[in-house]
């Protein structure tokens, strides 16, 4: 079973949301000094990236804690993660590094759960149907037929995206242009899988709309077939002690290397000033450097960064964001819900 990707879009590029007063080459990255504001995966990434590259960086974040989304508590006994959920490869190499670090079961970096570790099942109009290993749609309450339509789905998904990434690095890059992107891009998954039986459709629901908050209707067909598409290289993990582990070993790393980071640190304004960059934050103190990249969210982006071309400005604009909430909720025993499809786990340590 295909997972979404998340970790694939993040630190695409060190420098591609750099603000920077004058042209920048790989070549000039030594020595210079860089500001990342934003301490989620995307941050920590560039941030070690360029520091790997005898860039003098320093992170900054509003938050108390390093991670953005991906963010943990304790509770019961275990963390619930009140972000991103699961730990799993991608298509970005550097960030499966640290993947694979966590999976080494060190003490230096956090271990993962095992797929069978704890009750971790799926919730089907009130039936609960245990296991999340590649055999639980089998037992769901579902026709082979379906399964078969399932697995057919997957491979267009496949098909589409090998045929998009012939000539881009990232599925979302619009260059150079394609009808089929395109036509997909404009295509809800709803309608993308309109040809299958209604329980395909219902599957993705069960898996788009517990992580997301939207299901296949409000999901574009590019989108699901980027995230769904890729070759599976195992099945997803959460990370024992919760998924900010994932974020703190790659900021202890940052640490390591020299790099500093400064949090609860409010940055109010970003903007070009001769030779460099000045970062203003919320008490009044002006930090300057060659180079700044910006990895907030884009009504935060829009917000700080001064002189920002039509172009960006109007990208930034279109991109809307929604409140979101995530309930956890302890029972003890499994709750009956009729026509529900959820994803669930229930972890003991």
Not at 89 to 98: A, G, I, Q, R
Not at 212 to 235: D, H, N, P
Not at 241 to 252: C, P, R
Request: glycine fraction near 10%.
């Amino acid at each position: 079973m295909n997972r979404r990707r998340f970790l694939a879009l993040l630190a695409a590029s060190p420098l591609a949301g750099c603000v920077s007063a004058r042209p920048m080459s790989v070549e000039k990255y030594n020595g210079s000094e860089v500001i990342v504001i934003g301490a989620g995966l995307s941050g920590l990434i560039a941030a070690v990236r360029l520091i790997e590259h005898g860039v003098s960086v320093t992170l900054v974040d509003s938050e108390p804690r390093v991670g953005g989304r991906i963010y943990s508590v304790p509770i019961g006994g275990t963390h619930a993660n009140l972000g991103a959920q699961y730990v799993f490869e991608s298509d970005n190499e550097y960030m499966n590094k640290y993947v694979r670090r966590v999976d080494c079961f060190t003490n230096e970096y956090p271990k993962l759960f095992d797929p069978n570790t704890g009750n971790h099942g799926i919730l089907w109009n009130g039936q609960f149907v245990k296991d999340r290993g590649e055999g639980v749609f089998q037992k769901l309450p579902i026709g082979r037929e379906s399964l078969l339509q399932w697995d057919e789905s997957l491979k267009q998904m496949a098909k589409h995206r090998k045929e998009i990434m012939k000539s881009r690095n990232y599925v979302f890059d619009k260059e150079p242009p394609s009808q089929l992107w395109l036509a997909l891009d404009q295509m809800s998954g709803s309608d993308y899988l309109s040809k299958y039986n209604p329980d395909v459709e219902d599957l993705f629901n069960m898996m788009l709309t517990p992580e997301g908050g939207v299901g296949t209707s409000e999901t574009s067909a590019l989108l699901m077939a980027g995230w769904y598409g890729g070759e599976e290289k195992g099945m997803s993990y959460l990370v024992e002690g919760g998924n900010q582990e994932m974020a703190e070993a790659i900021a202890k790393d940052i640490r390591a290397k020299g790099g500093k980071i400064s949090l609860s640190t409010k940055i109010i304004s970003v903007e070009n000033v001769e030779d460099k960059v000045i970062v203003t934050t919320e008490s009044g103190q002006n930090l300057s450097s060659d180079y700044v990249i910006v990895t907030t969210p884009a009504p935060i982006t829009r917000g700080i960064v001064k002189g920002l071309s039509a172009e960006k400005a109007q990208a930034l604009e279109a991109v809307s964001m929604v409140p979101a909430c995530k309930l956890l909720c302890i029972s003890k025993t499994i709750p009956v819900i009729k026509n529900s499809r959820l994803v669930f786990s229930i972890m003991r340590k």
